[in-house]
């Protein structure tokens, strides 16, 4: 009866902590909310400055816009937290935005962290996440949690194979019987892809562009793989030899070409993947392929490079952008059967 009337006035969180955004899953209610990851500052202090414009959609729009007296910061890099205080502000104010307060009770909270963080990197998760107001916490893998919200088999005896492209970090891993059997993570996804667009931009049109203008290209025009038609668009910025605005117009081609790197770097990291598996795994990966998940899934044909340099079935998953929240609200629903796969906190250093 206790548990009952907890849900219904605390309902369970489950939250994908991820770099770029943030996403909390309200157990019975789906997702309340999706915010970019970033703080606004009083320049200077470690004050943040009015609720409502501190945190989340508005103060993203500040990035690289902001006053002398203002400084907008992103908490997180790489899928860890740099800056403790700023990450416990943020999730104090996502936790309480998406729960029903009630004096007294604390929401027990499932958290996506990247499969490659350290246990002091977890401990940081873990204090954070229970200073800002959760109660009991528990961490997942990201890639555990992609392959669940995909609706991949990882329960049963057979290879499944996920790779999640977030905002700091790319997560491969091959489940089954509902454990990671091999993964590998990299440092490497959405943000290096938004940095590798300002440096060709700086190296090959002497035009100096703010990530946030990279990100709008990328969107525009970014691609994996040729287009059946190519895009064109006009980028305005800083011409680094004369020190004026001006514009130019760049291709989906170009872009491609100052992607490049990054894409080698997470294809790479699959194949390593793969090259470490088991080879009745291996053989079960021929037939079943592999899933791309979150929000660099959404790169034009980057499931056909995935295919040409793997020679393995690729494919893009509904909505990957919430796949990973999806799949830790799922565990938030057995979270008796799923417990014992849990890091609580107790390994964490």
Not at 27 to 37: A, F, M, R, T, W
Not at 191 to 212: N, P
Not at 223 to 232: D, G, M, V
Not at 321 to 346: K, M, P, Y
């Amino acid at each position: 009866m206790f548990n009952w009337m907890r849900q219904r006035l605390c309902p369970d969180l489950a939250i994908d902590l991820g770099t770029a955004n943030t996403l909390v899953i309200v157990q019975g209610e789906g997702i309340v909310l999706n915010e970019p990851s970033v703080v606004a500052l009083q320049k200077g202090t470690r004050r943040v400055m009015g609720r409502g414009a501190a945190v989340g959609k508005l103060a993203k729009q500040m990035l690289g816009r902001t006053p002398e007296n203002i400084t907008a910061v992103r908490p997180l890099k790489d899928g860890v937290i740099t800056d403790f205080e700023l990450c416990e502000a943020m999730l104090r104010y996502f936790i309480e935005k998406a729960s029903r307060h009630v004096r007294g009770l604390r929401p027990r909270v499932v958290i996506a962290v990247p499969g490659g963080i350290t246990p002091v990197e977890k401990r940081a998760v873990f204090n954070s996440a229970e200073r800002a107001g959760a109660g009991r916490v528990y961490l997942i893998e990201e890639s555990r949690a992609a392959g669940i919200g995909a609706g991949l088999p990882i329960s049963e005896p057979i290879a499944s194979m996920v790779c999640d492209i977030g905002g700091g970090t790319s997560d491969v891993a091959i489940l089954s019987l509902g454990e990671i059997v091999v993964s590998e993570s990299v440092r490497v996804a959405g943000d290096e892809f938004d940095e590798a667009i300002v440096e060709y931009m700086k190296q090959h049109f002497s035009l100096k562009i703010g990530t946030q203008t990279a990100e709008q290209i990328k969107l525009r025009l970014g691609s994996a793989y040729p287009l059946e038609q190519e895009l064109t668009s006009e980028v305005r910025g800083l011409d680094t030899i004369s020190g004026v605005p001006r514009k130019a117009v760049v291709t989906s081609e170009e872009v491609r070409e100052g992607l490049k790197p990054t894409l080698e770097a997470i294809v790479g990291c699959a194949k390593t993947v793969i090259e470490r598996c088991k080879p009745e795994l291996v053989a079960d990966i021929v037939d079943t392929g592999i899933v791309l998940t979150g929000g660099g899934a959404l790169l034009r044909g980057i499931d056909r490079l995935f295919h040409e340099q793997l020679g393995i079935p690729v494919r893009v998953a509904d909505e990957p952008l919430n796949t990973v929240a999806r799949g830790a609200a799922i565990c938030l629903e057995h979270l008796s059967e799923w417990q014992d796969r849990f890091d609580t906190g107790e390994r964490a250093a």
